[in-house]
């Protein structure tokens, strides 16, 4: 509890020397730069906003100028062809001949359709218009069929302005006015040019009908839709106002007015500071706030927004041009100042922060350094690479620390460097506790001969020989017991001790028990493999074979030793069973044994057979023992224990029976039988 007190005392330091000093460069830099764009933005904002009607109702005349321009000269220009057709007669060559003149001289103008007194209804057709934005001809009289209304409007005198684009995925007007002697006339010419125009700049326009059908607009897909605006409140006061033009700051949701681009700096200095202004956005929203509160970019909710919207109607075609700039768009000129202003505090106060990151760095690094050390200390790792950078105190302080992780890491070898960190913790408390676990040992068979074998063949390097064919071994084993939650106890010779269930449990004494067996299964595999790769005939280094004892009970866990060294380490019967089994597996023939305890938790998962039971040590009935064999429902590898000795070169046994009683039956081991791999 100490130890996690204390720490969290150390990591929870809330302000650091470094931490200080930049606090209070910041509040200077930000406070006097604050002011100063506050100051400016209030004196111009005045000024900028008459600047700003002035401009949208200039840029509503030119728009106005431009589509009455363009509308008159499509009409004058189609009148004359008309007039022109109509006094040639029948001459077909003179009238095929000023047609093509007229499309050459129009390229705009897509279609001419009139109807005189006295003559049938003509069409002409510009096909270089339809062929070059590949639209279908046949659309042309399908259109003008459908038009039979707007017609009978023209003959009776009133021109009428009207949106084709649905009709032709394109940008095209159809204009209809009235001709001679109750003729009518209608013409399809392209808008494209005056939609861009339209849609250029800050200011945007757009150009509707007397009936609120959008005409022009630079969204060309809500052309495409058929829009009609009529029912907006501004629009109606707009069409009924007898004003010829005007201008006024109106507040609403202006419908389609919201969906008009807005511009987009491309200079490189624009461009960057756009990637940086999501980050500075809330700054940016308490700028509008201030605004909003001195009536500048005043919003009601989430939808209405207010305008300045210019309009001026244009008698002669029956249509409507409509200016418009957002109130707070205005005023982005000031905010933009006061971003850039923000970017430049931002520049100053990243160079403090840099200087006093520099000059606080030299303390805080190496102090943070040591702090991730002694964390990682904490966790068992031992293994850090701490360089003294500095030849003051820190220096010194570090250099020692890295002597004594080098000297933890030595000393983790020598112990279980698991459970010394648990116990570091204050996760494994003094004394002896009752615990349900798993007992391991396994032992090299023969290795007796083999070391004197080493001693024969190397002589005076016959133990570092032996040393290092051992380290293999047990690197292999130990990997096995760690990767199944297991403890490695202690290593006697070349037998090793370990437990499953003690320091640490996978949950439960079944899946301890489980993870044991596994752990010798594994063993079994890693030692197959090591032999197969072992050269034959190499007296450095010979094949192994081992055998193991397993047996689960009640065992007691706990720190046994001295005031100068302690171990923890499990005693009880349970443990001595284990041992005593595996000293069963030369004589039975078998790499692996478990006990009945053991057997009782897992034996479903598991293939087993069950050896002869045997009167061990301590124990005044025999004891039933089963050989592991495989994972139940494994279809790779041995299937029977037969199949285990073959594999793995064990000598099977000849056992005799003696009759001890009706119901049990007492073996004692006569000798091996040699030579023959097969039950």
């Not at 604050?34 to 100051?39: D, E, M, R, V």
């Not at 105190?393 to 080098?406: D, Q």
């Not at 390097?461 to 939650?485: H, P, R």
């Not at 449990?505 to 030692?527: E, H, Q, T, V, Y």
């Amino acid at each position: 509890m100490d130890i996690k007190h204390n720490r969290r005392a150390i990591d929870n330091i809330r302000f650091s020397i470094g931490a200080k000093l930049i606090t209070i460069i910041s509040i200077i830099v930000i406070i006097s730069l604050g002011s100063i764009t506050a100051l400016v933005s209030w004196l111009v904002q005045s000024d900028l906003q008459v600047t700003a009607e002035e401009n949208n109702f200039e840029t509503n005349l030119r728009s106005a100028t431009e589509a009455e321009s363009l509308v008159s000269n499509v009409r004058s220009n189609s009148k004359m062809l008309i007039q022109t057709i109509t006094a040639l007669g029948t001459q077909s060559s003179v009238i095929e001949e000023t047609t093509e003149f007229f499309w050459t001289e129009n390229p705009q103008i897509a279609s001419v359709f009139f109807i005189a007194a006295g003559r049938q209804e003509q069409l002409m057709v510009n096909h270089q218009f339809f062929s070059s934005r590949d639209i279908d001809v046949g659309l042309v009289p399908v259109y003008f069929n459908k038009q039979r209304t707007t017609l009978g409007r023209a003959v009776r005198g009133e021109i009428v302005l009207r949106n084709a684009a649905p009709d032709f995925s394109r940008a095209v007007l159809a204009l209809f006015f009235p001709w001679q002697n109750g003729g009518v006339g209608g013409v399809l010419f392209s808008s494209e040019n005056m939609n861009n125009n339209f849609g250029f700049g800050v200011n945007q326009s757009f150009m509707i009908n007397t009936d609120g059908e959008l005409l022009s607009h630079a969204d060309f897909s809500l052309l495409k839709e058929e829009t009609n605006i009529a029912d907006l409140d501004f629009i109606r006061s707009i069409l009924d106002s007898p004003e010829r033009n005007r201008q006024s700051l109106l507040e609403s949701d202006f419908g389609i007015m919201q969906s008009l681009p807005r511009t987009v700096e491309t200079n490189a200095v624009s461009a960057f500071f756009n990637n940086i202004s999501a980050w500075i956005q809330p700054y940016l929203d308490e700028i509008k706030n201030f605004f909003a509160g001195i009536g500048i970019g005043k919003r009601t909710d989430d939808k209405t927004v207010r305008q300045f919207v210019a309009y001026t109607k244009l008698n002669s075609i029956g249509a409507v041009v409509i200016t418009n700039i957002e109130y707070d768009r205005i005023f982005e000129g000031i905010i933009a100042t006061t971003r850039r202003n923000i970017y430049l505090t931002i520049a100053v106060l990243s160079i403090s922060i840099i200087f006093i990151w520099f000059f606080s760095k030299t303390i805080s690094i190496p102090l943070k350094s040591l702090a991730v050390a002694a964390r990682q200390i904490e966790t068992g790792r031992f293994e850090l690479d701490l360089q003294a950078k500095t030849h003051d105190e820190i220096g010194v302080l570090t250099s020692s620390f890295h002597k004594m992780c080098s000297a933890l890491h030595i000393f983790g070898r020598f112990t279980n460097k698991e459970i010394a960190v648990k116990a570091m913790r204050g996760e494994i408390k003094p004394g002896g506790f009752p615990k349900h676990g798993t007992v391991f040992f396994s032992d090299i068979r023969e290795f007796t001969a083999k070391s004197e074998h080493f001693t024969r063949v190397f002589g005076a390097e016959a133990s570092n020989k032996i040393v290092n064919w051992l380290n293999d071994y047990f690197t292999q084993m130990i990997d096995c017991v760690e990767k199944t939650n297991g403890v490695v106890d202690k290593f006697i010779g070349d037998a090793v001790m370990a437990h499953w269930g003690t320091a640490y449990s996978a949950g439960s004494p079944r899946n301890d028990a489980f993870n044991c067996i596994k752990a010798a299964l594994m063993m079994r595999k890693a030692l197959y493999f090591m032999n197969k790769n072992r050269k034959p005939g190499d007296p450095a280094d010979p094949p192994i074979r081992i055998g193991c004892g397993i047996n689960s009970g009640i065992v007691t866990a706990g720190q046994l030793g001295s005031n100068m060294r302690m171990e923890y380490t499990v005693i009880g019967d349970p443990v001595n069973l284990a041992s005593r089994i595996e000293a069963l597996t030369k004589p039975l023939g078998v790499d692996i044994l478990i006990s009945e305890d053991t057997w009782n938790l897992v034996g479903d998962k598991f293939i087993t057979e069950e050896m002869p039971p045997v009167t061990v040590k301590g124990k005044e009935k025999p004891v039933r023992i089963f050989a592991i064999v495989n994972f139940t429902g494994e279809e790779r590898g041995p299937q029977t224990i037969g199949e285990v000795r073959s594999l793995l070169g064990i000598d099977v046994p000849v056992l005799d029976a003696v009759d001890v009683n009706k119901d049990e039956k007492k073996y004692t081991i006569n000798k091996v039988k040699k030579g023959n791999k097969q039950p």
